[in-house]
C-alpha cells in the first residue's frame, strides 16, 4: 500500500514540522523507534512538500488577481490624466482667447 501524502495547509505543515523536531530532539529507546522516526520523517516530508507546492500555487494565484487588478487601476488612472489634460487643455485656451479678446478691446 503506498502512502498518499495529505494536503495540509500552511498552519497544518508548521505542526508537521514541529512534530518532526520534537521527535528529532527525543532520544529513541530502541532500533523500532528510531524505524518509526525516519518513517514519519519521510511523511512529513513529503506532506511538508506537497503543501509547500499548494501555497506557491496560491500564492502565484494571489499575485495573478493581484496584477490584473492593478492593471485595470493603471489604465482607469492613464484614462483620468487624459481626460484631466484634455479639460485643462481646453480651459486654457478658453482663457486665452479671452484675454486675447479684452487686448483687442
Do not use: Y
Not at 523536531?21 to 519521510?42: C, H, K, N, Q, Y
Not at 509547500?52 to 499575485?63: F, P, V
Amino acid at each position: 500500500q503506498v502512502n498518499q501524502p495529505a494536503v495540509l495547509s500552511a498552519g497544518c505543515w508548521c505542526e508537521c514540522v514541529a512534530m518532526s523536531l520534537a521527535m528529532a530532539r527525543a532520544d529513541p529507546a530502541s532500533p523500532s523507534d528510531v524505524i518509526r522516526f525516519l518513517t514519519a520523517g519521510e511523511v512529513n516530508v513529503a506532506t511538508a512538500v506537497r503543501a509547500i507546492e499548494l501555497e506557491t500555487i496560491n500564492q502565484k494565484e494571489d499575485w495573478e488577481e493581484q496584477l490584473t487588478s492593478l492593471n485595470m487601476r493603471e489604465t482607469e488612472l492613464h484614462q483620468t490624466q487624459m481626460k484631466l489634460i484634455r479639460e485643462q487643455t481646453s480651459t486654457f485656451i478658453r482663457d486665452l482667447s479671452a484675454f486675447r479678446a479684452e487686448l483687442n478691446l
